[in-house]
């Protein structure tokens, strides 16, 4: 929840997002290394569209158990979407635990078929006959729905870490699809499938400094002395970073950055904020 507070420096790829989706494509993938702050924009996209009256259904996936899988992620978009995957008759179906497009798991014979089971038992739709049903419900979607897939590069792999089986259909007309990724293999995947990407990169000085100070005054700590910024915000930096020496120093007392702005002209940044986080 933290995360949707603090979107310092990160208007500009906030407004380009919402802008692809706007239009008349099926959706957008926001891309960039492991915490630069792709589920930050993200949340922020769901968030604006939210409060323009957009309907939205948003899995982060990993966030708990049941939610790694392309079936389970599916699963939990689809009752958001207020529908739930079919049952069917386990005698002939597919296994629930099969996500991948060709072959089968467990007790599957070659074709993907489920031998046995009791008389009127069911199992929830699976395999190939899912993905074209998630298909057929996101057609089905006003265009000013928003389905967020946010982490799709923590599913589970399938046949490779382009797996984008999820996705695997995105149409025109229906739902818009957001996700986030670091995965370059799964942006390429998509935007095979018409899906562009945008890229989110580390902040600038001046959004190193706004993002700052957004994350102290979120904490309800002190706000950071001038000097502290500045040395933060000498170089490109990542959210996480951010975030995270954010929190750290907000244990601080005040005079232990009284010598923080020296400290960085004598030894550098990296020696500045080292001095401050080591202090006794």
Do not use: Y
């Not at 507070?5 to 906030?14: K, S, T």
């Not at 699809?177 to 001046?206: H, I, K, W, Y």
């Not at 929190?247 to 020296?262: G, I, K, R, S």
């Not at 002209?265 to 986080?277: D, I, N, S, V, W």
């Amino acid at each position: 929840e933290s995360r949707r507070q603090v979107v310092a420096g990160r208007e500009g790829v906030i407004e380009e997002v919402v802008g692809v989706l706007a239009g008349d494509g099926p959706g957008v993938v926001v891309h960039g290394p492991s915490g630069v702050g792709t589920t930050t924009v993200a949340l922020a996209v769901a968030d604006r569209l939210a409060a323009q009256g957009w309907s939205v259904a948003s899995v982060l996936v990993g966030a708990g158990p049941g939610s790694t899988s392309t079936a389970e992620v599916i699963a939990l978009l689809a009752r958001q979407l207020g529908v739930e995957v079919p049952q069917v008759p386990r005698v002939g179906a597919r296994l629930a635990g099969d996500d991948r497009i060709g072959g089968a798991a467990g007790e599957a014979d070659a074709g993907g078929v489920v031998e046995g089971g009791a008389a009127g038992e069911t199992v929830a739709l699976a395999g190939e006959e899912l993905l074209v049903w998630w298909a057929a419900v996101l057609a089905g979607q006003s265009p000013r729905t928003l389905v967020v897939v946010d982490a799709l590069d923590r599913l589970d792999a399938g046949d490779g870490r382009d797996d984008v089986e999820v996705l695997r259909s995105v149409p025109r007309g229906g739902a818009k699809v957001l996700a986030s990724s670091t995965q370059a293999d799964q942006v390429r995947a998509l935007a095979g499938r018409g899906v562009p990407g945008v890229e989110v990169g580390e902040l600038d000085r001046v959004g190193v400094e706004q993002a700052a100070r957004g994350w102290a005054g979120a904490s309800g700590a002190r706000e950071l002395p001038a000097g502290v910024v500045g040395v933060m915000a000498r170089r490109p930096r990542s959210g996480l970073w951010v975030r995270l020496v954010v929190q750290a120093l907000t244990w601080l007392e005040q005079e232990d950055f009284a010598d923080a702005e020296h400290e960085a002209h004598l030894g550098g940044e990296t020696a500045a904020l080292t001095a401050l986080l080591t202090r006794e």
